[in-house]
């Protein structure tokens, strides 16, 4: 295999070197199993306290994280409200739907983002016994597009959700490059814009594996525990994924992570911008770069470098920076598609 950086995601980069030292120095010793461990205590309280969480619970995938999150928010008779292009109405191979029985409502968007115009006309079967019953806004931060919720919009979202019975829930894969280009705390877009449950991410920003399933409200996480346990989402070895945790919020590691892959992708962005041909469709705010590339272009780059064509009948890709992305890396990709405009 060709040992080149990719572009396709952050989830190719590897671990952090210091979330790689917080699991050696975890790898010692016997501790009780299934999270009644001090690593796993000592985590639990920090990202209560950096979120301004009522609990918090970690597991092994994004995907479950989404889905226990609805899973406590619903019942089976519900819909959730999500942008088009969600990643839990996408990429989840219809686990949401499957596991927690309720309908996905998918909403067309330019960049990603929810509004309330698009949400309003979808409540006009509240009560009809007829129609699946809203219960869930779920946006992501930052949206698969790579664009970001400012706070005042995810407020906007949370009031017109309670206003109606409705819940909201965030996937926060990427919180923390929302975060970095808003120059905010995690519990600023949170907590504070009263956001009901969070799919908290790490595997994107350094860490090894390992999510976190974050309630805000207190009557949400009656259930947890039995639901976590029936979708085998409750680690034994519970201190392997709580400590990659701590070491990720204990400091500000998760910051400078994403402040770093958020900063290469505005570099990559900057020189794309002065390519012939090269049509960048989405603003960069966090570390996603999205352009339209002509079409016999694309084989020939994906030679040296991997990423993923979004759209095949917009010719757009999608290139991601990790907290590892370099300077040269970025420049080496930019000049070697130069180089394939240069030769056509």
Request: hydrophobic letters at 40%.
């Amino acid at each position: 295999m060709k040992s080149t950086r990719s572009f396709a995601s952050d989830n190719n980069a590897p671990i952090h070197p210091e979330i790689f030292d917080a699991l050696a120095r975890a790898n010692a010793n016997h501790v009780v199993a299934y999270g009644n461990d001090p690593y796993t205590e000592r985590a639990t309280h920090k990202l209560k306290d950096v979120l301004g969480a009522h609990a918090v619970h970690f597991v092994f995938t994004g995907t479950a994280a989404n889905v226990l999150c609805l899973q406590a928010m619903t019942k089976p008779f519900n819909a959730v409200l999500c942008a088009s292009t969600a990643h839990l109405n996408v990429h989840e191979c219809g686990a949401p739907e499957r596991l927690t029985g309720c309908k996905l409502i998918d909403i067309a968007t330019p960049d990603g983002k929810l509004r309330v115009p698009d949400l309003e006309h979808r409540l006009h079967g509240l009560g009809d016994e007829h129609e699946v019953q809203p219960r869930v806004i779920s946006i992501t931060q930052c949206t698969e597009y790579g664009t970001v919720y400012t706070r005042e919009e995810i407020k906007r979202l949370a009031d017109f959700a309670h206003e109606h019975g409705l819940l909201l829930h965030m996937d926060g894969a990427r919180l923390s490059n929302a975060a970095a280009h808003l120059n905010c705390s995690l519990k600023e877009l949170t907590k504070d814009c009263d956001v009901d449950a969070l799919s908290l991410g790490g595997t994107k920003n350094g860490i090894m594996g390992g999510e976190a399933v974050v309630f805000f409200n207190p009557g949400l996480d009656e259930n947890f525990k039995f639901y976590r346990k029936q979708l085998m989402q409750l680690s034994s070895k519970m201190r392997y994924l709580s400590v990659q945790m701590e070491a990720l919020f204990e400091g500000d590691l998760w910051l400078r992570n994403a402040r770093h892959a958020n900063a290469m992708a505005a570099r990559l962005a900057a020189r794309l911008k002065k390519l012939p041909r090269i049509e960048v469709t989405q603003k960069t705010e966090a570390n996603a770069v999205f352009a339209r590339v002509p079409p016999e272009l694309i084989a020939p780059l994906q030679k040296e470098y991997f990423f993923y064509i979004v759209d095949h009948e917009r010719s757009e890709a999608r290139w991601m920076t990790s907290f590892d992305t370099s300077e040269d890396d970025v420049n080496k990709f930019a000049s070697a598609l130069e180089g394939l405009l240069k030769a056509q």
